[in-house]
């Protein structure tokens, strides 16, 4: 199978978006681990804003990290571009939000991304397109796909077009093309994804979205991911869900099943300044600016939220025999 690196892969991509349909089943690429089977990479959402709002600042910090931890790759939850996606692939604010604020050499790996909300209000077929690739070559993002990772297959997921709220907003517009009719392709997405999870052999299996399943930040919980997907996730036994849309960084654990779920939606706006109630079990928020790093091995995951001064602000280890979190 081809790395998203290579040449052989450029000719995937093209034949991906321009041959097969919307409908088409989940497309699984593979990321070539490290020799000692080891994974590292940081998270980071809601970030394209021409460095503004410390967007900068936290590109510097995750470089830095980034040179510490030998990073595989990067992964991004989506609202790549503010405040409405690109405007098709010659818009600037691709290199003015992307290639020119992530120029750490320890960043220049692959960077593997979902849509969000905001992403759709633009071209969204642009931030799809393999074009994309020949002005930076770090860049894959498709609505839906599986990578296998060597010690964890990830499973990302296009989770915007599950919110109904987006579909009756008249007063935004939002770039349906290759969605309609949305429920046919929800069902079809719900489908794929549990028949993929199901054949999994994965040591970890990781889900990523851009919104929230579960979030006592500004935005809140996604009921019709709480609906949907949940008992999906639960049911084939993925250790955790990683999102952006809430500006924070939070650590939430399921009350009645080892499956985690993980904010990194602070990379740049962020200082919400609201929190909601929740009946989970909330080990950790943060409503300021900051990423995510991951650490993996077959039995152990450690994961660390830093702030923009690249401070360590929240760590945790989670053992894959009893997935119960050390903090």
């Avoid at 290579?6 to 089943?25: M, Q, T």
């Avoid at 991004?76 to 405007?87: P, V």
């Avoid at 654990?253 to 740049?268: E, H, Q, V």
């Amino acid at each position: 199978m081809a790395s998203p690196s290579s040449p052989l892969h450029s000719a995937a991509i093209l034949c991906i978006y321009f041959v097969l349909p919307a409908f088409a089943e989940l497309q699984r690429f593979q990321h070539q681990p490290k020799h000692d089977g080891s994974l590292n990479f940081l998270v980071i959402g809601d970030w394209g804003r021409k460095g503004h709002y410390n967007q900068s600042l936290v590109a510097t910090q995750m470089g830095k990290m980034g040179d510490k931890l030998d990073l595989d790759f990067v992964v991004s939850t989506g609202d790549n571009f503010y405040n409405s996606g690109l405007k098709g692939v010659n818009d600037p604010l691709f290199l003015q939000s992307f290639s020119n604020i992530y120029t750490a050499k320890s960043l220049r790996k692959q960077w593997y991304s979902v849509l969000g909300n905001h992403d759709y209000r633009g071209n969204a077929l642009a931030q799809l397109s393999p074009l994309l690739r020949k002005i930076d070559r770090r860049w894959f993002c498709q609505r839906s796909f599986i990578l296998n990772a060597g010690v964890a297959e990830f499973f990302f997921i296009d989770t915007t077009p599950f919110m109904r709220k987006y579909f009756n907003n008249s007063n935004r517009h939002y770039d349906w093309r290759g969605v309609l009719p949305r429920q046919k392709y929800l069902k079809t997405l719900l489908k794929d994804l549990e028949e993929e999870l199901r054949k999994s052999t994965a040591r970890w299996k990781i889900a990523v979205g851009h919104h929230a399943i579960r979030s006592i930040g500004h935005h809140g919980d996604s009921p019709e991911l709480v609906k949907h997907l949940v008992p999906v996730l639960k049911a084939n036994n993925v250790d955790m869900y990683i999102n952006g849309h809430d500006h924070c960084l939070q650590h939430i654990s399921s009350t009645d099943s080892p499956l985690l779920y993980l904010t990194s939606g602070a990379g740049s706006k962020a200082w919400r300044g609201d929190v909601k109630e929740t009946h989970f079990d909330v080990n950790f928020f943060y409503d300021g600016q900051g990423f995510m790093s991951v650490q993996m091995t077959e039995n152990d995951t450690n994961f660390a939220f830093y702030n923009v001064f690249g401070e360590k602000i929240h760590h945790w280890k989670v053992t894959k025999s009893t997935m119960h979190p050390s903090i």
